[in-house]
Structures are given as C-alpha cells and as structure tokens.
C-alpha cells in the first residue's frame, strides 16, 4: 500500500499572458513536494476536457488535491495576498480586470472552469504582487499628488514576483547563503527586473500595472507620458485604443512584426536587429541602475522563456558591462538553453534559474491553508 503521504496531491495554475501552465505535486514521505507532472500550453490551445484528461491519466485525484493554487496578477488595493478562492474573492478580481487586461480576464475564466472541474477541491488564489507588497515607501510611491495617490491607491504594485522570490529561493538553497544583493531578471511574455537585498525586494520595474519598465513582447515598457498624453489630445486616440495599442500592440511586436524572441533571433533582417537591441538596452539601463541601488550584487539572475532559453539575448545585455564585473563565460552561457546553469566566470556568479513559480504558488497557498496568509 502506497505511503499516505505520497497519496496528497496538489496543482498549480499559472495563468500568463502568452500560456497557460499546470503543474501537478505529490507529497513525498518527508513532507517535500516533488512535481508529478508539467504542462504549458499557448493560450489559444488550453482546453478544459483535455487538461481534466491529462490531470486524470497522470494519476491527479480530485479527493486526493490538499489544494488548487492560482496565480492571479492584480488585484488591486484590496486584494494584495493569496486568499480562498469563493464568489467574494471571484467578484472581487472582476472588479480590478482592467488593471491587467491581458491576465485578470482569462485568470478569471480559468479559476471558474477549475472550480467546475474540481468542485470540491479547496482553491486558494495567490497574489503575484505579493512578494513587492513591502517595497520601501520610497520605491513603491509614484511623485504624484497626495489625494490621487490615496483616492486611487496608486502605488507601484510589481508583478513577477512568483518568479522572482523563486530565484531568491533557488539561488540560497544552492549556495547555502541566507543573506545577499541580487539583480533578478524575468524575461518572458512579461518581461520585469527587481533588486533583492537579503530576500526582500528593494525595487522593481513594473509599476501600477505590468506595462511599466523593460520592453516586452507584445508591452513597450517605459514610455514618456507626455507620448500618451499627445496621442490622446492631438492624434485622437481614444482610452480603449490606447489600451489596445499598449497591451497587445507594441513591443517586440511593434518593432519587428513578431513577439516571440525566437523568431526574431533566427532572422537576419535590420528590424529583428533592431528590436533585440532595444529589447537588451532596456534590461541592461536596470541592472545598472539595480547595481547603483543595492552597492553592487552578489549574483544576476535570468529565467523566463527568453532568460532561459536564449545565450545570444543574455551575451548582448551584458557584453559592454563586463568591464563593471559581470564576465559571462561564452561557453556556458552557449550550452545553456534549458534548466539551471552557472554562466558566470572569474568568479562572478551569473546564474540561469528557471523560476519555479509553481511551487512558490503552492508554499503560499499552503501557508494560506494553515491560517497564516502570505
Ligand atoms: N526556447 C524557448 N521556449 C519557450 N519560449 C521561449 C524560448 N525562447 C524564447 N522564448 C520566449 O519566451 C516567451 C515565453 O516566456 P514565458 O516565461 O514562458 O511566458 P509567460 O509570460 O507566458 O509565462 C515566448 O514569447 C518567447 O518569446
Ligand atoms: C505579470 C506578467 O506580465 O506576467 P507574464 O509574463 O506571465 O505575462
Ligand atoms: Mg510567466
């Protein structure tokens, strides 16, 4: 007869704005959660019946689930945690969809289908902003008038930070340190940079909503508002096709006609050279002024879909700062195009860590469980 603790299960969902990514647990006899199976699927493909399929081939039982784990981006002021997913927490979230239009909307659609798959599953939702929730004033308030800033609680709320605690996570439990400076780099479908000190954030790139700081695939990043302001004035353009234009249009996407870093390193054309050397510019302008804000860092760490699977974009962010201590070793950063790597040389620690969100998603999901919050 199987142990009973090898019997629990739990999954996470990771709604992103380009895939959607189920990850399946098991608890092992010594209490860790080891992963029973992962799956990512283009948005467009995701479907219900066959993720219930999935789950139930790969032994995922429905009365054997401690918990169903959802990462939801932005939940404006009033929801900044994780919290039990019910109709409250439900109307809640539809309430703050258009502060990320590109992830509330579908995460919505997904946790309602899960709930109809999983009925009886307890489903808790767990803020991505969570880990930037105790930024220092002075990083998280915007030099905005006081009245708007309270009556609107505007704030930079940061995103990513699933993955960003996850690489603080990874690299203390692989160099054995508890205390550290490090510059983290999520660059995916959302791309987003944050300085860590000792496991808490000190700065982060996305703002009130995950369109500010580094270009991104479909996401401009940082813009001068008086661009918005004169698009809207004189150009004409309305708030929803501003909206449009910002979230869906813009980009990599904008600059070379695709959003996927893939496509765009396989083609020789000035465009595509264009657009990854913008793309790379915007990276390297944080991790400089990341190094200036922390003193300088113990380590830099890259994941997401571009950070781990592509040396080229890595070697072009940080070729002209080797000379302020981050030499890449070629030959590793060329090997490493999937899982953990060490890229760095002359003893500079320059990591690949793919961020394992799922599990930051279950350990606050779990912490949930057990009365604590997170
Ligand atoms: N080998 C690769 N596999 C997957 N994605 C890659 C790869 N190389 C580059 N990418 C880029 O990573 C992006 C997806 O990153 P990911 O972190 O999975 O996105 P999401 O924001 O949906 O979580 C794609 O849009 C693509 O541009
Ligand atoms: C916050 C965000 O942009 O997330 P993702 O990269 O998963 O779309
Ligand atoms: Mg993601």
Not at 94 to 111: C, V
Not at 161 to 174: F, K, S, T, V
Not at 306 to 320: D, K, N, S, T, W
Request: proline share 5%.
């Amino acid at each position: 007869m199987a142990h009973p603790l090898r019997e629990q299960q739990a999954l996470a969902v990771n709604l992103g704005s380009s895939s959607l990514k189920v990850t399946g647990f098991a608890r092992e006899p010594s209490h860790s959660w080891e992963h029973l199976l992962y799956r990512n699927w283009p948005l467009s493909e995701a479907d219900p019946e066959k993720i219930a399929e999935l789950l139930a081939d790969s032994g995922i039982r429905e009365d054997q689930l401690l918990c169903i784990a959802h990462r939801y981006v932005h939940g404006g002021a009033l929801l900044s945690r994780s919290a039990v997913l019910d109709g409250d927490f439900l109307e809640q979230l539809e309430s703050t969809a258009a502060l990320a239009p590109l992830h509330n909307p579908p995460a919505l659609k997904w946790m309602r289908k899960f709930l109809r798959l999983f009925p009886s599953a307890t489903q808790i939702a767990v803020a991505d902003s969570g880990f930037f929730a105790d930024l220092p004033e002075a990083a998280r308030r915007y030099p905005l008038p006081a009245e708007l800033v309270i009556e609107h609680a505007l704030r930079r709320y940061g995103f990513h930070g699933l993955a960003h605690g996850a690489m603080w996570r990874r690299w203390c439990e692989i160099t054995g340190r508890s205390r550290g400076r490090l510059i983290t780099l999520q660059l995916g479908a959302g791309c987003s940079a944050a300085a860590i000190k000792d496991g808490k954030p000190l700065a982060t790139s996305m703002g009130f909503t995950p369109l500010e700081g580094l270009v991104m695939g479909r996401r401009a990043g940082d813009l001068d508002p008086g661009l918005l302001l004169y698009l809207q004035q004189t150009a004409g353009l309305e708030a929803a096709a501003l909206d449009e234009m910002l979230n869906r249009r813009a980009g990599l996407m904008a600059l070379a006609g695709s959003d996927d870093m893939r496509t765009l390193l396989a083609r020789d054309d000035r465009e595509a050279k264009l657009a990854v050397d913008i793309f790379c510019r915007g990276v390297r302008k944080y991790i400089g002024a990341y190094l200036a804000e922390l003193g300088g860092a113990d380590a830099l760490i890259f994941s997401g879909g571009i950070g781990e699977h592509q040396p080229q974009v890595r070697a072009q962010i940080l070729a002209p700062m080797e000379p302020l201590g981050f030499p890449l070793d070629a030959a590793g950063n060329a090997a490493a195009t999937s899982g953990e790597a060490d890229i760095g040389t002359a003893g500079a620690d320059i990591r690949v860590l793919p961020a394992d969100e799922a599990r930051e998603l279950l350990l606050s999901a779990e912490q949930q469980l057990q009365g604590g919050g997170s």
